[in-house]
């Protein structure tokens, strides 16, 4: 299963999870979409968006299969410092 990430280029908001569960057509059809991109979308609240937050896009990404697996991805990408005991 894939997840639907928005990713802002400003630092005051990096990324945020916008929809979960899609199959890999699913996301990849999603994110083929224009209204994807503050490039190229041309809704009102996406140009909202781009005002106040800066430029962004939708990507996708493989979503953990347990949670395991997702604190290991999280440890990789360094969101969060490894537990010392």
């Given at each position: 299963m894939y997840r639907i990430i928005r990713f802002y280029f400003s630092t005051i908001r990096s990324?945020?999870?916008?929809?979960c569960g899609l199959?890999?057509?699913e996301a990849r059809k999603h994110c083929s979409d224009?209204?994807?991109s503050s490039?190229?979308?041309t809704t009102e609240?996406?140009?909202e968006r781009t005002k106040v937050?800066?430029?962004w896009f939708e990507g996708f990404e493989a979503e953990a299969k347990t949670s395991?697996?997702?604190s290991t991805a999280i440890r990789k990408r360094g969101e969060f410092?490894?537990?010392r005991i």
């Amino acid at each position: 299963m894939y997840r639907i990430i928005r990713f802002y280029f400003s630092t005051i908001r990096s990324r945020r999870t916008i929809k979960c569960g899609l199959t890999l057509a699913e996301a990849r059809k999603h994110c083929s979409d224009p209204e994807t991109s503050s490039v190229t979308c041309t809704t009102e609240a996406g140009r909202e968006r781009t005002k106040v937050y800066g430029a962004w896009f939708e990507g996708f990404e493989a979503e953990a299969k347990t949670s395991e697996d997702f604190s290991t991805a999280i440890r990789k990408r360094g969101e969060f410092p490894t537990a010392r005991i």
